[in-house]
Nanobody, 117 residues
Framework: QVQLVESGGGLVQPGGSLTLSCAAS????????MTWYRQAPNKEREFIAW?????????RYANFAEGRFAIARDNRDRTSLLYMNHLKPEDTGVYYC?????????WGQGTQVTVSS
């Protein structure tokens, strides 16, 4: 079955960096686009970044992520990565990776990111 497992979250000071990983299994990873979302306390889940399937690696970012975050994928390791720099307190939330397969959205359990001094 499709499984997504996020890791790499934690507590970081403002201005710091984190790299999140999403380990995928149960589907042909290289054939599918991957997306990252986040959900802050008491807010709706929001789009962060998207990367296309295959080796072309086209990307798209939310405005708040442009220039600070970078999405990548390693098709050999079946992993999607989210590099986050210059983190701000408002980046605090649970971060999720997602894949859409045959019209169905699959999600991981999320990883908590807390930006605080």
């Amino acid at each position: 079955q499709v499984q997504l497992v996020e890791s790499g979250g934690g507590l970081v000071q403002p201005g710091g960096s984190l790299t999140l990983s999403c380990a995928a299994s149960g589907f042909m990873f290289s054939d599918y686009d991957m997306t990252w979302y986040r959900q802050a306390p008491n807010k709706e889940r929001e789009f962060i970044a998207w990367i296309s399937n295959g080796i072309s690696g086209r990307t798209r970012y939310a405005n708040f992520a442009e220039g600070r975050f970078a999405i990548a994928r390693d098709n050999r390791d079946r992993t999607s990565l989210l590099y986050m720099n210059h983190l701000k307190p408002e980046d605090t939330g649970v971060y999720y990776c997602s894949v859409r397969i045959a019209g169905v959205d699959y999600w991981g359990q999320g990883t908590q990111v807390t930006v605080s001094s």
